[in-house]
């Protein structure tokens, strides 16, 4: 039971993230135009700016949790991958217990208060003359928190399991593994060119 609720997280995390990534493609299409009619056609967009703010704010924020579950994000490890499973989990556990939740906390408590007073004066950007919406923008902020929040959740009871068993719960499988195969395949490929040889 536990097992599928940690996977339901870990899909969340991962379906949310996987629907954001795609910022990055209209980010990169909106700023390749931007170029292009700059400095080529001399016509300049009003909009480009407020586009690539929103983009990467969204792919930035919405990515949070997904990152989480996949261990994606930065860590100083020189020494933590030195120590026994069960320290690396008590460690994990404290650091999530004193940073990651509260901050994810605020995060949905502050950020429902700005996304409703954006939502209540239909606040518009002020950095362009484009003066576009970012109500829906500002919304994404108690989106992330509470989608980090979950998937900080998960993460403690795999610590606490861990503590206890002395093993990591398994995680649900994705892309990265695809990457990690198709990295195996290249390697074999590479040893049995140099055999045959």
């Not at 650091?95 to 990651?100: A, E, S, V, W």
């Not at 994404?140 to 509470?146: K, M």
Request: charged share 15%.
């Amino acid at each position: 039971m536990m097992t599928r609720i940690l996977y339901f997280i870990d899909s969340l995390s991962a379906w949310f993230g996987k629907a954001f990534a795609w910022c990055i493609v209209v980010l990169t299409f909106s700023t390749c135009y931007e170029v292009f009619v700059r400095y080529v056609l001399n016509s300049p967009t009003v909009w480009a700016f407020d586009m690539s703010v929103q983009m990467y704010g969204s792919l930035f924020m919405m990515c949070g949790a997904y990152a989480l579950s996949q261990g994606a994000h930065v860590r100083g490890d020189v020494l933590y991958r030195l120590m026994n499973i069960k320290t690396q989990a008590r460690i994990d556990l404290v650091l999530y217990i004193l940073f990651l939740m509260p901050g994810a906390i605020a995060l949905v408590y502050y950020g429902y208060g700005f996304a409703s007073d954006s939502w209540f004066y239909k606040e518009v950007s002020w950095s362009s003359p484009a003066r576009i919406q970012i109500y829906f923008f500002k919304t994404l902020i108690p989106i992330a928190g509470f989608l980090v929040l979950l998937q900080g959740v998960a993460e403690c009871v795999r610590c606490v399991v861990c503590i206890q068993t002395g093993a990591w719960p398994a995680r649900l499988h994705d892309v990265q593994e695809t990457g990690d195969m198709l990295m195996k395949e290249q390697q074999d490929k590479q040893q049995l060119e140099k055999e045959n040889v």
